[in-house]
T-cell receptor
Framework: GAVVSQHPSWVICKSGTSVKIECRSL??????MFWYRQFPKQSLMLMAT?????????EQGVEKDKFLINHASLTLSTLTVTSAHPEDSSFYIC??????????????FGPGTRLTVT | GENVEQHPSTLSVQEGDSAVIKCTYS??????FPWYKQELGKRPQLIID???NVGEKKDQRIAVTLNKTAKHFSLHITETQPEDSAVYFC???????????WGAGTKLIIKP
């Protein structure tokens, strides 16, 4: 099956610094990737939809200048949390769709990145 | 926009019994309904899905039913086992839009 990787799996950073999280589709090309945030005991909250070669579409309430998304290739999307604060501490998960032509509808999830801001 | 409600938030069943989790959706244009299982600290894993042209789908101990008229779908797990303990999420996808709208999740506890 399709595999999506994320790096790093966990990161601790100091308040005010920036952190970059990578999401890669390993054995398929993904024109669309999704970035989610999940707080403890809560559902996945979609932050943005990342499209290869174009600007990401952010959900209402998500600051695009704080959560920078770059989808430079069909296998890589990155999320950069800028000027991180303790309230940004969360579990960040990406997912990817197969190329539209396949229309399997299934999203393949990365293993997630646990971000802790001190 | 689409809204997905999931019930119950917590479900505790005796090992060997059946578990049923229900979801309702608001947008009749939704045509894809996956169920995900998430263990603590891990990624969601697709366990079963159903499309709007089908009323029921089964995979061993897991089944999903869809009632398009009532706009609700349910996950059924029979002969529950300890490894079924996890959080289960339902989701809905609107035709032509890959975005998933998620339910709030159900914590399933299997009592030995």
């Amino acid at each position: 099956g399709a595999v999506v990787s994320q790096h790093p799996s966990w990161v601790i950073c100091k308040s005010g610094t920036s952190v970059k999280i990578e999401c890669r589709s390993l054995d398929f090309q993904a024109t669309t990737m999704f970035w989610y945030r999940q707080f403890p005991k809560q559902s996945l909250m979609l932050m943005a939809t990342s499209n290869e070669g174009s600007k990401a579409t952010y959900e209402q309430g998500v600051e695009k200048d704080k959560f920078l998304i770059n989808h430079a290739s069909l296998t890589l999307s990155t999320l950069t949390v800028t000027s991180a604060h303790p309230e940004d501490s969360s579990f960040y998960i990406c997912s990817a769709e197969d190329l539209p032509g396949l229309r399997t509808y299934e999203q393949y999830f990365g293993p997630g990145t646990r971000l802790t801001v001190t | 926009g689409e809204n997905v409600e999931q019930h119950p938030s917590t479900l505790s069943v005796q090992e060997g019994d059946s578990a049923v989790i229900k979801c309702t959706y608001s947008d009749s244009a939704s045509n894809y309904f996956p169920w995900y299982k998430q263990e603590l600290g891990k990624r969601p894993q697709l366990i079963i899905d159903i499309r709007s042209n089908v009323g029921e789908k089964k995979d061993q101990r897991i089944a999903v039913t869809l009632n398009k008229t009532a706009k609700h779908f349910s996950l059924h797990i029979t002969e529950t086992q300890p490894e079924d303990s996890a959080v289960y999420f339902c989701a809905a996808s609107i035709r032509g839009n890959y975005q998933l709208i998620w339910g709030a999740g159900t914590k399933l506890i299997i009592k030995p």
